[in-house]
């Protein structure tokens, strides 16, 4: 019988978990960004490959500083009660701090398969520099396996779909709960993913986006997205000088939701306050 399960998907923020995701699945449904702390809601994304069926849980990254296994939120701690394996996601060249050895170490407390990504190695030149961390890595003893990956470039990716094999147990499907979020969350997702590319800095901290209608025409889906900002003056930093700002992120929008959805897809955005609707 094929391996078939759930592994969650842990490390530090902007060490490129989404990324990975996408990368494995070989679709875009998770956002990705350069700011961290973009990821916000636990999320599952699809595998499957010639080993192995496994939904790949993406988790918010864990903050620098706090003390393994504290402060993860309740949604993060059932992922990982949850999850058959886990896969911890460090980041080169900045793996070494001992922060991720005593996060590794904490996941191999917990009784599950663990194994571990050293993501971007695309930037560590030359490449030998890795041989360090690695064999850093190779002395914490119960690791299933460690590899190194580039998400970015697609480096060691497929190899390393194949390995999750060996953090899943048999089931005969993937549990209910492990579900690919419903395409509505997804496209709220990926509008996300435009602001945070278009507004970088000037991004408000608690944005969110709702989709309010969705109409089949037969020039394709029209999508009516709402940002939700907490004050008019975050209305004005959104919808940029003369609407241009906000015309970008919907341009870009609508290419990513149309290559997501495989069809032609057109977007309306209102960014509200409570006191304020604009439409662009
Ligand atoms: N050079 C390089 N950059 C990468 C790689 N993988 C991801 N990145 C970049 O790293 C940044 C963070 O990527 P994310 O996938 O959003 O990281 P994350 O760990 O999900 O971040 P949070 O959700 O904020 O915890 C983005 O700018 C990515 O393009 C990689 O393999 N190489
Ligand atoms: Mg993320």
């Not at 194949?162 to 419903?182: F, G, R, V, Y």
Request: net charge positive; with cysteine.
């Amino acid at each position: 019988m094929e391996r078939c399960g759930v592994v969650a998907m842990m490390g530090l923020t902007n060490v490129g978990k989404s990324t990975l995701a996408n990368a494995l699945a070989g679709r875009h449904l998770r956002l990705v960004s350069h700011k961290a702390g973009s990821t916000k809601e636990v999320g599952a994304i699809h595998v499957a490959n010639a080993s192995c069926r496994c939904a790949l849980i993406d988790t918010p990254g864990l903050v620098r500083g706090i003390k393994p296994g504290t402060r993860m939120s309740r949604a993060v701690h059932q992922a990982v009660d949850q999850a058959h394996g886990l896969l911890w996601v460090s980041a080169a060249p900045a793996f070494g701090d001992v922060v991720d050895l005593e996060w590794i170490s904490y996941c191999l407390t917990l009784g599950k398969p663990v194994a571990v990504v050293l993501n971007k190695v695309d930037r560590v030149r030359p490449r030998n520099l890795l041989l360090p961390m690695l064999a850093e890595l190779g002395t914490l003893p119960g690791l299933a396996f460690v590899m190194p990956v580039s998400a970015l470039r697609q480096e060691n990716v497929a190899e390393l779909g194949e390995a999750l094999a060996t953090l899943l147990p048999q089931l005969a499907q993937l549990p209910d709960w492990a579900h690919e979020p419903a395409w509505q969350e997804i496209a709220c997702e990926l509008f996300r993913e435009q602001l945070f590319e278009h507004l970088h800095q000037e991004l408000p901290h608690r944005v969110t986006v709702s989709l309010e209608t969705s109409l089949e025409t037969k020039a394709g889906l029209l999508l009516g997205f709402v940002v939700w900002v907490d004050r008019p003056a975050q209305q004005g930093i959104v919808i940029g000088r003369g609407g241009e700002r906000l015309k970008a992120v919907a341009t870009a929008a609508r290419l990513r939701l149309s290559a997501c959805m495989n069809q032609p897809v057109h977007v309306q955005v209102w960014v509200r306050t409570r006191r304020e609707v604009r439409e662009v």
